[in-house]
């Protein structure tokens, strides 16, 4: 992540056997054949880790030529290029399509709910219908990432077990260490959207969604989503985050947290492994659960990573649908990026030993009710998942608009209500 676009072609194409048998000549390649774009949001990885997939992908498949497109500002340029039918063969869904009726006109079907979810897991998160468009390439929990150290420092060794006991935790960060207690990403934008991913953690129930769609005021205090962002909300007004989050860096803030810059910021838990190889120290580096308990228990959700799908402008879809499965199944990427793996016979990553010793009950989320969700959010014109709805969350919390807190939240809630009634009228 971070270099400029990069363009790598891995492939080992047909081998020409001479004297092979008593005719020589060439050889026949079986299996799916053709030359396969692969988009990716992994620009750090494109020259090392995922030329070497391919290079054994072809091992597989020699018939089967790679070529990868790395994409630093992944989502918003593969969204904008979804308008064309030049997007690739296989890519990352963007986790900006949140409409899974849409699915259909940009993805091939891969298969049925009731097949693949005995395989893998989190397959409903990418389908409409009874038709799966996308599998995951690693899965993930929800919390904050961590610099033990700093934290110890400050005197903190526990979780916290509930927002003001994480706020007491950042104010001790700050009096006691010279980091930046809660680091907002709030420049790049897209990390600010792991917030959202908490949410379901905070009510511990896999049917959180219904919930959401059914409620006309989730910005009430003590439900999950005003817990969500009263806490990024109240930590910017206490001054607990970077003094200036327009100049914050997510390339930048991997090296902080791992040098004690920074204590603390919240990303999903395949963020683990990355700040582990950019630390001094990469024991440093841990994972806290969400700072609310259910039943005496920390929980977390589960969810799927980005899901990787084939476009429907394919010309070589048999060669696409190779390149994914071998992926998911045989590449090893979830485990080397200390993930979730999408089969579900796969070992749970080292990762999550933090929050295996909380005591953190992990489930996934039922997901019958995300459309309408979406079309409520749509209808209201929130952006749950958006950027720039937490952007604008910090930015008040700093003081620029004018609007205190409860005001923020009130009108969120009139706004919620509102896109219920014009939806579920």
């Known amino acids: 992540m971070g270099m400029p676009r990069a363009v790598v072609l891995a492939a080992v194409t047909c081998l020409i056997a001479a004297g092979c048998g008593s005719g020589g000549g060439e050889e026949v390649i079986s299996g799916p054949k053709g030359e396969i774009t692969v988009l990716t949001n992994r620009t750090d990885l494109v020259d090392t880790r995922f030329a070497e997939y391919a290079r054994r992908f072809n091992e597989v498949h020699p018939g089967v030529e790679v070529t990868f497109e790395a994409i630093t500002d992944y989502d918003n340029e ?78 903190v060794t526990t979780p916290p077990g509930t927002p003001e006991d994480f706020l007491d935790a950042l104010r001790a960060i700050e009096a006691r ?101 950019a630390a001094p120290i990469p024991a440093d580096i841990g994972y806290l659960p969400f700072p609310v308990k259910v039943g005496g228990k920390f929980h977390s959700a589960v969810a799927g990573d980005y899901k990787m799908g084939i476009s429907v402008h394919s010309a070589n879809r048999g060669a696409a649908r190779a390149w994914l499965d071998w992926f998911v199944d045989e590449s090893g990427f979830a485990a080397a990026e200390g993930g979730i793996p999408p089969r579900k016979d796969g070992p749970r990553p080292d990762t999550l030993t933090d929050l295996t010793a909380a005591g ?63 939806v579920t009228k």
Do not use: C
């Not at 397959?123 to 219908?129: D, H, I, L, P, W």
């Not at 897209?190 to 009510?203: G, H, I, N, R």
């Open 177 to 277: 260490t010279d980091a930046i207690p809660l680091y907002t990403n709030y420049r790049n934008g897209w990390p600010l959207t792991q917030w959202q991913d908490a949410y379901p953690s905070v009510s511990g129930r896999p049917g959180v969604s219904a919930e959401l769609a059914a409620d006309d005021a989730p910005w009430t205090p003590g439900k999950p989503q005003h817990v969500v962002d009263s806490l990024l909300f109240d930590a910017v007004a206490l001054g607990l985050t970077e003094d200036d989050p327009t100049t914050t860096d997510w390339e930048s803030s991997k090296s902080m947290i791992g040098t004690g810059a920074i204590a603390t910021m919240m990303l999903g838990s395949w963020s683990v492994a990355q700040l582990r190889a």
């Open 360 to 422: 953190v009950e992990l489930f996934e989320v039922d997901h019958a009710q995300d459309a309408l969700v979406t079309e409520i959010d749509d209808a209201a014109g929130i952006g749950l998942y958006e950027q720039e709805y937490r952007q604008a969350l910090v930015d008040a919390a700093r003081g620029v608009g004018g609007k205190g807190e409860r005001e923020v939240f009130d009108d969120l809630n009139a706004r919620w209500a509102k896109g219920r009634s014009l």
């Open 78 to 155: 593969v969204k904008a290029r979804m308008s064309t039918d030049d997007y690739g063969d296989v890519l990352l869904i963007p986790n900006s399509i949140t409409s899974l009726k849409d699915l259909p006109d940009y993805f091939e079907p891969l298969g049925a709910v009731s097949e693949l979810g005995e395989r893998y897991r989190f397959v409903t998160e990418k389908a409409f219908g009874d038709e799966v468009y996308g599998l995951a390439v690693a899965g993930n929990a929800f919390g904050f990432a961590y610099n033990r150290k700093v934290w110890a420092d400050a005197g």
